[in-house]
């Protein structure tokens, strides 16, 4: 079974310009979710899609989107590319299992190899 | 507020030797979720456990054990008898109920090196 496919792997922009990232996941996973990795903060999240619908969103700007699609593909898009942009982004994706708080398991995420944005 | 704090930031030990990693959460949730990921140098996040608030069992899986503790809020991460495979990022993470699984908090991370 394929994995969480990210593209692309490595990409170089300048400030000012966008950027959008692709996420395919697991077949059959509905849930796609991202993450930014830097040195100082971390990793942190982003949002999560769910069904084509914002589920979750972190404490980032608007510069941040992201959107999914029928097929559970999910893109991600950050304009006006700032240098503090630069960093690893991933994308994980997930079977639901259960609903809110009466799951008895929180679907497993299943991480892609990120792609790597660096800002000139 | 939910947070996960990763005490130790590096840690290195000699080949075999025992090794815990450090995992205290913050959570006002009473079902919540909690992960260990391994983060090989490639930057794919490798699943390697998760608990859920209502079972504090320990679990062991081959050289790796856990110990999971609700009264100090505490998941702590054993790797028995390392070796230098185990070489990685390894991060805590924890995923509240009412966030119905999508979002996980990590922690900061423990860089393991494990010498030959």
């Given at each position: 079974k394929a994995g969480v496919t990210q593209t692309p792997r490595y990409?170089?922009?300048?400030?000012?310009?966008?950027?959008?990232?692709?996420?395919?996941?697991?077949?059959?996973?509905?849930?796609?979710?991202?993450?930014?990795?830097?040195?100082?903060?971390?990793?942190q999240f982003l949002f999560e899609y769910f069904s084509e619908t914002q589920r979750n969103k972190g404490n980032f700007p608007g510069r941040f989107s992201g959107r999914q699609f029928s097929n559970s593909r999910?893109?991600?898009?950050?304009?006006?590319?700032?240098?503090?942009?630069?960093?690893?982004?991933?994308?994980?994706?997930?079977?639901?299992?259960?609903?809110?708080?009466?799951?008895?398991?929180?679907?497993?995420?299943?991480?892609?190899?990120?792609?790597?944005?660096?800002v000139l | 507020a939910q947070k996960v704090t990763q005490a130790q930031t590096e840690i290195s030990v000699v080949e075999k030797e025992d090794v815990t990693l450090d995992c205290v959460y913050e959570t006002r949730d009473t079902t919540y979720y909690?992960?260990?990921?391994?983060?090989?140098?490639?930057?794919?996040?490798?699943?390697?456990?998760?608990?859920?608030?209502?079972?504090?069992?320990?679990?062991?899986?081959?050289?790796?054990s856990w110990n999971f503790q609700k009264s100090t809020s505490s998941f702590n991460f054993t790797i028995t008898a390392s070796q230098v495979v185990d070489s990685a990022v390894y991060f805590c993470a924890l995923?509240?109920?009412?966030?119905?699984?999508?979002?996980?908090?990590?922690?900061?991370?423990?860089e393991l090196s494990v010498k030959p």
């Open positions: 990409l170089i922009k300048t400030r000012g310009q966008q950027v959008t990232l692709s996420c395919s996941p697991i077949s059959g996973h509905r849930s796609v979710s991202w993450y930014q990795q830097t040195p100082g903060q971390g990793l999910s893109e991600m898009n950050v304009s006006t590319l700032e240098l503090g942009d630069s960093a690893l982004y991933l994308c994980a994706s997930s079977l639901q299992v259960g609903i809110g708080r009466l799951a008895g398991i929180s679907g497993e995420l299943f991480f892609g190899e990120g792609s790597r944005l660096t | 909690l992960f260990w990921y391994k983060q090989p140098p490639s930057g794919e996040l490798v699943f390697l456990i998760r608990r859920n608030s209502f079972d504090e069992q320990n679990e062991i899986s081959g050289r790796y995923s509240e109920a009412q966030n119905q699984g999508g979002k996980l908090i990590f922690g900061q991370g423990t």
